[in-house]
């Protein structure tokens, strides 16, 4: 008789965050996580946009300082041995700082 904990299952509920929420400001520390409910644990592979290289293979693609290129679409891809894959966006907007004018440096953002 096989029970509940020993059920396989490919990758279901497949999510995606951005952390912090809101506003992104160019320099500041950003985290997209993926995270699905899979039995043999998934295992993740970020990409961004349509590229065909991975960016990395963790459940989380942290970064340090984000720049206004790094702005555009992020694809996390779940596998496990049930199951090929589930795939899961999120899109990352980036807030630029800018300007300096007449000695006096101010901050504005601004969607890149």
Request: with cysteine; aromatic share 8%.
């Amino acid at each position: 008789m096989q029970t509940a904990g020993d059920q396989v299952y490919g990758p279901k509920f497949l999510s995606v965050s951005v952390s912090p929420s809101g506003e992104i400001q160019e320099g500041s520390s950003v985290t997209l996580t993926c995270s699905s409910d899979a039995n043999p644990a998934a295992n993740y592979t970020w990409y961004k946009e349509d590229g065909q290289a991975p960016l990395i293979v963790e459940p989380q693609l942290v970064f340090t300082s984000i720049q206004p290129s790094d702005s555009g679409e992020y694809y996390c891809t779940a596998v496990n041995k049930v199951m090929t894959s589930a795939t899961e966006s999120v899109s990352v907007d980036v807030m630029c700082k800018c300007h300096c004018r007449h000695g006096s440096a101010y901050f504005t953002g601004h969607r890149v």
